[in-house]
């Protein structure tokens, strides 16, 4: 079975400075993974996502993410963000032959001016 | 030209009562699904339906039976509601095979159990 952590819960940050939210999966076959974002009172909104090719994959917002196998690791960044950033942010995967999506707990944003 | 909406947006009721939410996509998806987020905003598949076909049936209390009277339609009945049972409830859709498709999310129906 696979399975996400997300390794920070909150993350301050101030207007226009970067910011990169990690996430470390286990499975033991191949994944695809996926970072979603909720705005306060929303639903969730596709971010980004990795299948297969690059590792480096651009999303909407001025986000990309890496994907590292041998770290098994999937990491956000933004390179400067915005206030409009503040929201909640949640890496997820899947695998190939599977409907269902593992999410992790969550990374508050949190832009201050 | 809502993708996936979801009706109520907010539910507070009694423990012991019944009810039900109801989630509808424009998308032309084959797959919709329910998740439950918790107070610490945890995320967990509940159900899901492909064409009509339960397909996903996590652990979850059978006082909750989904029902997808078609492909574009999936609610969510509720028995007996427990106060536990507060959470938001998000419905999801999504096309083709599994794996690598995104799942669009509608807004959420806010249930709180008094």
């Known amino acids: 079975a696979q399975s996400v952590t997300q390794l920070d819960s909150q993350v301050p940050v101030f207007e226009e400075a970067p910011v990169e939210l990690r996430c470390n999966y286990s499975?033991?076959?191949?994944?695809?993974l996926f970072w979603y974002v909720q705005y306060p009172n929303q639903g969730l909104q596709l971010l980004l996502k990795y299948l297969s090719g690059s590792t480096l994959v651009k999303g909407i917002n001025g986000f990309e993410a890496e994907f590292n196998k041998s770290q098994t690791s999937f990491h956000l960044r933004k390179p400067s963000v915005h206030i409009s950033d503040t929201a909640e942010y949640f890496c997820?995967?899947?695998?190939?032959?599977?409907?269902?999506?593992?999410f992790g707990a969550g990374t508050t944003v949190t832009v201050r001016a | 030209d809502t993708a996936v909406s979801q009706t109520p947006k907010y539910l507070v009721t009694q423990m012991g009562n019944d009810k039900s939410i109801k989630c509808e996509q424009n998308l032309g998806h084959d797959t919709m699904y329910w998740y439950k987020q918790d107070s610490k905003k945890f995320l967990k598949i509940m159900f899901s339906y492909n064409n009509k076909e339960l397909i996903i049936n996590e652990t979850v209390p059978n006082r909750f039976s989904p029902k997808s009277p078609d492909k574009a339609h999936l609610n969510l009945h509720i028995n007996s509601l427990e106060l536990g049972d507060s959470a938001v409830y998000f419905c999801?859709?999504?096309?083709?095979?599994?794996?690598?498709?995104?799942?669009?999310f509608g807004p959420g129906t806010r249930l709180l159990v008094l």
């Open positions: 997820a995967v899947t695998f190939s032959n599977d409907y269902k999506l593992s």
């Open positions: 999801a859709s999504s096309q083709g095979t599994p794996g690598g498709r995104t799942q669009y």
């Open positions: 499975s033991s076959v191949s994944v695809y």
